[in-house]
């Protein structure tokens, strides 16, 4: 335990027209210092998430932070980024730097405006996170990847729609009552089963409701040091916290195995001394629902090919014995790129806090965050855990 959070702030997510990227940042780093209780002086290290690659014009983009206030101004910033877990990269550039000892406050922002582009070129900057020179998807963008990954899974465990639906059923009906979530309304199982003019097939054998959300939004929070968490208003330390890159390129690897994501939680929860049944609840990283149907594997939930029963038998539900995306997850919440991995260490905190409101479980101890870039490449899991 090398470091906590001691505050943050969240921008609603969706399509924000009339508002860039610079404004959603200098909102979030407002909002996350002034929850934290300290001054923008006292800042000594900013990382900032943001992918872009083409979806605004507007590049080099850690200097931004420091519009939030004149007191950020020489402050170190950097610009991180690590596909669709940019924001949990961000996170641990601040762990990292709290460790070495070289900073005693840490202001991490993550960030995404995605729905000023086209669709077509939304669809081709999310391609750059699957290795081009080899994997070439004609159709879909990246839902035409995760389809192919669903295909293959289908053919070696058997057909799992009605499990993929459950899950998307799930994420939506919990992200309903979460007032920061894009999509806030409960579609139920049966909308989201059925493939009808309002649920299409977006390519191949993958559904509207499958597919994450083209979001825009951000989020931010403040790290310091243990010692300094214990005299601050709330505290949320990290019990662990694992990083685990594997190859790009597809063809190197069994892409449903998860082997990425799964030495990642194994190697935290070894970190923390926990089973992943200790965990009362987690955020999990459901750009698709094959991706979070996957994810329970990696977890632990479940043996290789069974990860439908974690679902069929309700324990990833918010009132089962491991809640999963109990914010909404990607697939309600929204998935602005470089925002994601903070948002979800936030919802975490929040959890942990009591202050998650109508997605508030039960008196929650630990949480689980898994953040993924690509397919299973950049794999990033923390242990949370209330500090006192």
Not at 96 to 113: Q, Y
Not at 221 to 239: E, N, P, S, Y
Not at 247 to 271: C, H, N, Q, S, T
Not at 341 to 370: R, T, W, Y
Request: aromatic residues 8%.
């Amino acid at each position: 335990m090398t470091a906590c959070i001691v505050g943050w702030n969240h921008s609603k997510f969706g399509k924000l027209d009339g508002r860039d990227a610079e404004d959603l940042i200098v909102e979030v780093a407002v909002g996350a210092i002034r929850d934290a209780g300290i001054e923008p002086r006292d800042v000594d290290a900013i990382y900032l998430g943001h992918f872009n690659g083409g979806l605004t014009d507007q590049d080099f983009t850690a200097a931004l932070v420091l519009q939030a206030d004149p007191g950020l101004r020489f402050k170190p910033a950097t610009r991180v980024e690590n596909a669709c877990a940019t924001g949990s990269a961000a996170v641990y550039q601040g762990l990292n730097a709290i460790a070495a000892k070289k900073a005693r406050f840490v202001l991490c922002v993550g960030v995404e405006k995605m729905t000023a582009a086209p669709t077509s070129v939304v669809g081709n900057v999310l391609l750059k996170a699957s290795y081009r020179k080899t994997e070439v998807f004609n159709e879909g963008g990246f839902a035409g990847v995760f389809d192919a990954i669903q295909a293959q899974y289908f053919q070696r465990y058997g057909d799992q729609s009605d499990a993929t639906a459950m899950i998307a059923a799930k994420n939506h009906k919990n992200g309903a009552k979460n007032p920061l979530a894009h999509m806030q309304k409960d579609f139920g199982y049966d909308f989201c089963r059925t493939v009808s003019d309002k649920n299409p097939l977006v390519v191949g054998g993958m559904r509207r409701t499958d597919c994450s959300m083209v979001s825009d939004g951000a989020a931010a929070l403040v790290l310091t040091d243990v010692q300094t968490a214990l005299g601050m208003k709330k505290a949320i330390a990290f019990r662990a916290a694992k990083h685990v890159q594997d190859y790009l390129p597809m063809a190197k690897r069994d892409v449903i195995a998860f082997e990425g994501p799964a030495k990642a939680w194994a190697d935290a929860l070894a970190e923390a001394g926990l089973s992943v049944w200790d965990l009362s609840f987690a955020e999990s990283h459901d750009c698709f629902t094959i991706a979070e149907l996957i994810e329970y594997e990696a977890m632990g939930l479940t043996a290789p090919g069974q990860g439908a029963k974690a679902i069929m038998e309700g324990w990833t539900q918010a009132d089962g014995k491991l809640p999963i995306n109990p914010s909404g997850g990607l697939k309600s919440k929204g998935h602005p790129i470089g925002a994601t991995g903070v948002s979800m260490h936030v919802m975490a905190a929040m959890q942990l806090n009591g202050s998650a409101g109508d997605i508030q479980l039960k008196a929650p101890q630990l949480g689980g965050v898994f953040n993924m870039g690509g397919v299973a490449t950049a794999n990033y899991v923390s242990i949370l855990e209330p500090l006192r």
